[in-house]
């Protein structure tokens, strides 16, 4: 094969296109990985690494000043960074800098270089929403990759939008002694989620002292006085100026519309991650990379989002996947569900980390579980045992049948299923 030809060549350096490019190249494909800017994509370097990597930090010592919590960051950033460098060195997959347009069927420039590609994967991501009347100055109206370059906390921090984002960067500036206000058009914070978990987590935060406004818009900043603005409403995908026209590949509201194998209309290009909207998880993109390869090669895999966890690094964490119960309840679904609290469990006394619960959602037919929520400490681990349960259609029978380790906070999930079958051994 020539020098610049390749089986796959991946648009987009991030959590979807480098694993995409890791992937492939075991699968014995010749692989060119594109990247404008910094491996690992906005996950790595302006989101879930970096934001998590402060959340530990001001969890262990509230006293920290802000740019020491930003330079630990970088060099957790800079360390895994490398890390995807050397994994694709080891690969033999050629990483070209530089940012990539497709020209025609099977042809990608970048810069003055021409890139010859059989199948071709964009994996471009996207990048924050701005609204009309907060537009970014970047100084003193923000987003979300701003704020994880501050070096001096706000006395003052006014949130616009209250979701995921929101909510993690609010208990973020939370402890390190910011006035935090978040305000939420919709009528409760994180939309999406049961409005119970909206309600308990909206509880948590009033009682650290953020206050919390829903069903409000910001029409003016003289209305929320702060010395700082987050905004953070949404994201856009990276779809522009990226030679989609040269091919005629079909969009909807800037998101690349693909089949159940991540095809797009085009022949031969595929895509995954943020640029074809849905779920905006990095886990998601790095599946998605996994199945557009398995196609490109042949296996004939279909895309399944049945059991995508999704997590939110709060204080206490909330992690679900599944059906939530208010969703059952609108589309008709016949349901049983129950819950268990952390204070029913050991390890959570042992750790002092008793605030929250586990709840299963399960058909009420079947017994089959459906979905599963957890707020509490460490959530964000645990949720890994549901996605398997609800990804295997296993029974709230499995789960009561299955030994769980103690003492650990997993027993909250069997003791769950053991009070769904209304026999709880911990519980009343």
């Known amino acids: ?39 690992g994509g906005t996950c790595l370097n302006r989101g879930c690494i970096p934001t998590k990597s402060i959340l530990s930090s001001t969890e262990i010592n509230t006293n ?16 895994l960074r490398g ?36 199948s071709i994967i964009i994996a471009t991501g996207s990048s924050p929403v701005e609204l009309p009347n907060l537009l970014f100055d970047h100084k003193k109206i923000l987003s979300s990759d701003d704020l994880l370059v501050l070096t001096k906390r706000p006395e003052s921090l006014l949130i616009v939008g209250g979701g995921v984002i929101g909510c993690e960067f609010a208990t973020i500036f939370n402890r390190l002694g910011t006035k935090v206000t978040i305000v939420e058009m919709m009528d409760h914070i994180l939309p999406g989620l049961d409005k119970e978990l909206a309600q308990r987590l909206t509880s948590n935060l009033k009682r650290r002292g953020i206050v919390v406004k829903t069903g409000t818009k910001v029409n003016s900043l003289e209305d929320f006085p702060a010395e700082s603005v987050l905004v953070c409403v949404g994201r856009r995908p990276n779809s522009k100026g990226i030679g989609l026209d040269a091919l005629s590949i079909k969009t909807e509201r800037g998101k690349i519309l693909v089949d159940d194998r991540l095809r797009t209309s085009a022949k031969g290009v595929y895509a995954i991650g943020d640029v074809i909207g849905g779920y905006l998880l990095a886990h998601v993109a790095s599946h998605e990379g996994l199945v557009a390869v398995d196609n490109i090669i042949g296996k004939d895999k279909r895309i399944d989002y049945k059991a995508v966890p999704n997590c939110i690094y709060t204080d206490p964490e909330i992690a679900t996947v599944g059906i939530g119960e208010d969703e059952a309840k609108k589309s008709g679904v016949s349901i049983k569900s129950a819950k ?3 204070m029913g469990i050991g390890k959570a006394h042992a750790i002092g980390k008793t605030e929250g619960f586990f709840k299963i959602i399960a058909s009420a037919d079947t017994d089959k579980v459906l979905g599963v929520e957890i707020m509490g400490a460490h959530a964000t681990d645990l949720i890994a045992e549901a996605a398997l349960a609800v990804k295997l259609g296993a029974t709230v029978e499995d789960l009561k049948e299955t030994i769980h ?6 027993e909250g999930l069997m003791e769950a299923a053991h009070k769904l079958h209304g026999k709880p051994i911990h519980g009343v």
Do not use: W
């Open 1 to 39: 094969m020539a020098e610049n030809s390749y089986d796959i060549a991946i648009l987009g350096g991030g959590p979807g296109g480098y694993v995409a490019a890791l992937y492939g190249a075991q699968c014995e494909q010749k692989v060119c990985l594109i990247e404008g800017s910094e491996l």
């Open 64 to 79: 920290k000043d802000l740019k020491g919590l930003i330079e630990d960051k970088d060099k957790i950033v800079a360390t």
């Open 83 to 118: 890390g995807i460098a050397s994994l694709l060195k080891a690969r033999k997959v050629d990483l070209v800098q530089g940012f990539g347009k497709i020209k025609s069927p099977g042809v990608i420039t970048v810069d003055s270089k021409t890139i010859n590609a059989k």
């Open 340 to 342: 268990f609290p952390y």
């Open 405 to 410: 380790a103690h003492p650990t906070l997993a």
